[in-house]
């Protein structure tokens, strides 16, 4: 069984950053895109960031382009999110989410593409 378990989210103000950690079990994390997801309250859940499984490419919703960086650590079963320029429109709960299968290529930004979610951890940006 696959587990996520996301850590760093917390109470920021606007203009500042967080990084945002996601480890995953298993020993085949290396084989996996990961990726990003945020909900914030009465609002459906909105792909963020996904990085492939090589850690060659990466994706961005255009509303964290330039802020946000993905990133990961296959020898640490780790993915990270780095966030800049905090903004309180970015408040939400953030979920990491594995893809279904291994070497997935496809789209990478919706929620289906994505097997396993954490339990998510919540940012929050005040103004």
């Known amino acids: 069984q696959v587990q996520l378990v996301e850590s760093g989210g917390g109470l920021v103000q606007a203009g500042g950053s967080l990084r945002l950690s996601c480890a995953a079990s298993?020993?085949?994390?290396?084989?996996?895109?990961m990726g990003w997801f945020r909900q914030a309250p009465g609002k459906e859940r909105v792909f963020v960031a996904a990085?492939?499984?090589?850690?060659?490419?990466?994706y961005y919703a255009d509303s964290v382009k330039g802020r946000f960086t993905v990133s990961r650590d296959n020898a640490k079963n780790t993915v990270y999110l780095q966030m800049n320029s905090l903004k309180p429109e970015d408040t939400a709960v953030y979920y990491c989410?594995?893809?279904?299968?291994?070497?997935?290529?496809?789209?990478?930004?919706?929620?289906?593409?994505?097997?396993?979610w954490g339990q998510g951890t919540q940012v929050t940006v005040s103004s």
């Open positions: 989410a594995r893809a279904n299968s291994g070497y997935y290529s496809g789209d990478y930004y919706s929620a289906g593409s994505y097997a396993y």
């Open positions: 298993g020993r085949t994390f290396s084989n996996y895109a």
């Open positions: 990085i492939t499984w090589s850690g060659a490419m990466t």
